[in-house]
């Protein structure tokens, strides 16, 4: 019965959601150490009494589907699911990391409620939808009040440097810059044929080439500053101290997480050319200060474009859960 298994779907959402909600307040409960910034700590506080309760509305829903406590558990321990779970569980040590991490992470959150606001929807689960609308909500505000944060970061991660430390900073930023997007080549080459729905391939497709340009503008930002090859290539797999290994080996498992996942991708990426681009105008670097908004707007269009694509990726979803293009 294609109800019954729109049904189990549900339950499969909501419980993903969950270990997302797990990891999370997990994070929030370090970050105010990491944060430097008393306005960037207050927000991190506030947003872990949201997850908290997040996290019981969550479970109070899988309790009243019959979910068994213990497989809650167990699967809130396992790094499945979401990839994100498993970037959840690296610690980011700057201000300014923290921030792009967490910046990315809500809205890894906001991608799961709005896909299982749209499964909701179609299982015609109103308790399920206006849980998913609520929190969603939240997500969104935390990711907004962390945009809003940006500038505090960069003034917290650059505290007590002299000029030689900024340029140092710069550097550091750029490579990070590099790193990521060759973490953003590799998803966007093996994307297409794991998108599963053609709207999302085709965004994988078209935002390839934007990447590959993107590397290449941030290694001449490098080379500029004299940053020898070597010490960029060194730091390929890696997000400045973020190991990125464990990241992408947790493959995700679906179109509509992959489109989750790739959308919250792009707002690392987002983040970490916000605050590149603080640092380098601290930096008195104006080609720096042009490049990153450049690809800025790059990366949000192709965000935007993901977030269109969630509607056909719940659709692709649902109908591999049948099995019965009849059904
Ligand atoms: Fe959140
Ligand atoms: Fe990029
Ligand atoms: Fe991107």
Avoid: C
């Amino acid at each position: 019965m294609p109800d019954r298994n729109i049904e189990e779907q549900l339950t499969k959402f909501l419980t993903d959601v969950h270990s997302i909600e797990v990891q999370a307040i997990a994070q929030l409960e370090r970050a105010p150490d990491i944060a430097v910034d008393e306005g960037l700590a207050a927000d991190f506080r506030q947003h872990l009494g949201e997850t908290r309760e997040q996290e019981r509305l969550v479970r109070e829903q899988l309790e009243l589907r019959g979910a068994d406590p213990s497989t809650l558990k167990d699967i809130a321990g396992r790094v499945g699911g979401y990839a994100m779970v498993a970037f959840a569980k690296l610690n980011p040590d700057t201000p300014g990391k923290l921030t792009a991490h967490a910046f990315s992470y809500e809205h890894m959150e906001l991608a799961a409620y709005e896909l299982l606001a749209r499964a909701a929807r179609r299982a015609q689960d109103q308790p399920v939808l206006e849980l998913a609308e609520k929190i969603g909500l939240q997500e969104k505000q935390m990711a907004e009040r962390l945009a809003e944060d940006f500038d505090a970061a960069v003034a917290a991660s650059l505290r007590d440097k002299d000029s030689d430390g900024i340029q140092g900073e710069l550097v550091s930023y750029l490579t990070d810059a590099h790193a990521i997007e060759a973490q953003a080549l590799q998803l966007l080459e093996s994307g297409p044929k794991l998108a599963g729905v053609e709207e999302l391939a085709q965004v994988f497709r078209d935002h390839l080439d934007e990447t590959r340009a993107q590397r290449q503008l941030v290694e001449e930002r490098l080379r500029a500053h004299d940053a020898k090859p070597s010490r960029f290539q060194s730091a390929a797999m890696r997000f400045g101290g973020l190991n990125l290994g464990g990241f992408f080996g947790a493959q995700p498992d679906t179109p509509a997480k992959l489109a989750g996942f790739a959308y919250a991708f792009e707002h690392l990426e987002i983040a970490g050319y916000e605050l590149l681009r603080r640092v380098a105008e601290r930096a008195n670097d104006p080609e720096t200060v042009s490049a990153a908004e450049r690809i800025i707007v790059e990366e949000r269009r192709a965000a935007e474009r993901i977030a269109g694509t969630w509607d056909a990726a719940m659709d692709a979803a649902l109908a591999s859960l049948v099995g019965d293009p009849a059904g």
